[in-house]
Each structure stands twice: as C-alpha cells, then as structure tokens.
C-alpha cells in the first residue's frame, strides 16, 4: 500500500507540472469553484492504480464523489488541491492521497510537484519529506506564532472575518495561501506553527492532518475533539500553541 500511495502521488504530480500552464478548458462546479481538464485526469490516473490493485476498496474523491463499495478501506482523494492557483500559475498546489481503515487513517501522501517534494506518514511511524524524517516547529508563544490558512471568502465569509479579527493582535502573522494540502506540509515541516481552516473536505484534509501528528503536531476541531474526516472545521499546529489557539478562536 507504501509503493502504491507514493508512486500515485508521484505520477500525478508529474502530470500536474506537464499541464501547467497548459489547462485546456476551465468549467464550472457550484457556482463558487471551478475545475479543470487536469483535475480529471489527475484523478482518473489515481483511481485506476487504485482499482487495479485493490477493487474492492471505498474511494471518495473530490470530483467522482463516493464510491462505495461496502469495505473497512476507503481512499481519500484530492487529485488537484488548490485548482484556483492551478488555474492562475499560481505555483501553490497539489495532490493529496490517504487510505483508512474502519474510519482511522492509517496512511497519506501529499506531492507538491513545483517544488518537488513528496510528504509521506504512516500512523505510528513518523512523517518523512523526500525520504527524511521532519518535524514541527517549536514555537511556543502564540504572539509569535505564524499562521496559514485558506479561509476562502466565497463560503461563510462572515465567520471567517470573525476568525481573522480574533487572531488580529494575537498572533505574529497570517497568511492566506489558497491550498489546504501546501497549508498541512508547512506545518508538518515547520516552516508554519498554525493551520486553521473554517470549512474543508475529507480528501483535503486526510492525508494531511495525519502528516501533521506523525510529524508531532496535533489536529483538532475548534472545540479541542481529535480530528476526523467527519469533521469541517479544524485547528492544526506544532501542538506547542494548540490550547492556546483554541482559546484564543472561541
């Protein structure tokens, strides 16, 4: 299972870079986001290695949706995260894999192919970029803190400008990066202390959120609940300024 969720990254990272700047049609999901010829098939190639060697397992996926094929394994898919980047040459995107078992994520990929880094955890073993193991950041002092996010205005923006004007003051910086899958790889890294995001989908966050842990951070809802992919709204950190960032959000 390693080799397959790897080696998928890899391969649909290498597509996402050969179409680059060469999208061939752009179209319309909910009147709030957009989808590209490239997010298709980015996500054809992902889901075929995975029928291939396991039929029988459930797969969602951000454009097919859910597959379901009544089995303690699900796939998590993101087969182009940050497509509005994608979109503009905007070099902050990428793909995101997981695999459950029995609803506990057990294993995630995320591939940033533009700047050539593959992010891989397994639960219990740690989380690697490009082979090495890595780690967060070890801030903690949430007045230094510096925080990412894609709190996009098209869903619930009044929340989400109740949120930013709650960190306002609080901690050292924000950014808004537009890519939930680049947002969990510089925390799990850490070159960011903080990732907060107001609404989300499981394939966004999956793979992600297990890097983060593995990585020895810690991914909570709002309310401080350890995460799952049921949930929309999570707070992901070094750990070291977790509750205090929670406080700080009620």
Not at 92 to 101: C, N
Not at 163 to 186: E, F, N, Q, T
Not at 223 to 237: A, I, L, Q
Request: aromatic content about 12%; glycine content about 8%.
């Amino acid at each position: 299972m390693k080799s397959l969720i790897i080696k998928a990254a890899k391969e649909s990272g290498k597509l996402l870079m050969r179409r680059y700047g060469k999208i061939k049609y752009v179209r319309e999901k909910d009147n709030k986001s957009y989808f590209t010829n490239v997010d298709l098939e980015s996500e054809k190639l992902i889901i075929s290695a995975i029928r291939k060697n396991f039929p029988g397992h459930n797969i969602i996926s951000e454009e097919s949706g859910n597959l379901n094929k009544k089995s303690e394994y699900t796939w998590y898919i993101d087969p182009l995260d940050g497509t509005h980047n994608y979109i503009n040459n905007f070099p902050l995107f990428g793909v995101s894999i997981a695999l459950a078992h029995k609803g506990s994520v057990k294993m995630g990929a995320i591939n940033l192919p533009y700047f050539n880094e593959i992010y891989f955890a397994e639960k219990g073993r740690g989380a690697f970029l490009n082979g090495k193991m890595m780690g967060v950041s070890s801030q903690k002092n949430i007045k230094r803190a510096f925080v990412v996010t894609d709190l996009a205005l098209r869903y619930y923006p009044e929340d989400k400008i109740r949120i930013i004007k709650k960190l306002k003051g609080k901690v050292y910086d924000l950014r808004v990066l537009g890519c939930a899958v680049y947002d969990y790889a510089m925390i799990a890294r850490g070159s960011a202390d903080a990732y907060i995001t107001r609404y989300t989908n499981a394939w966004d966050m999956a793979a992600g959120a297990l890097i983060v842990e593995e990585a020895g951070g810690k991914v909570t809802d709002f309310d401080g609940r350890r995460w799952s992919t049921n949930m929309s709204r999570f707070v992901s950190s070094n750990g070291k300024i977790h509750g205090q960032l929670l406080k700080v959000l009620k």
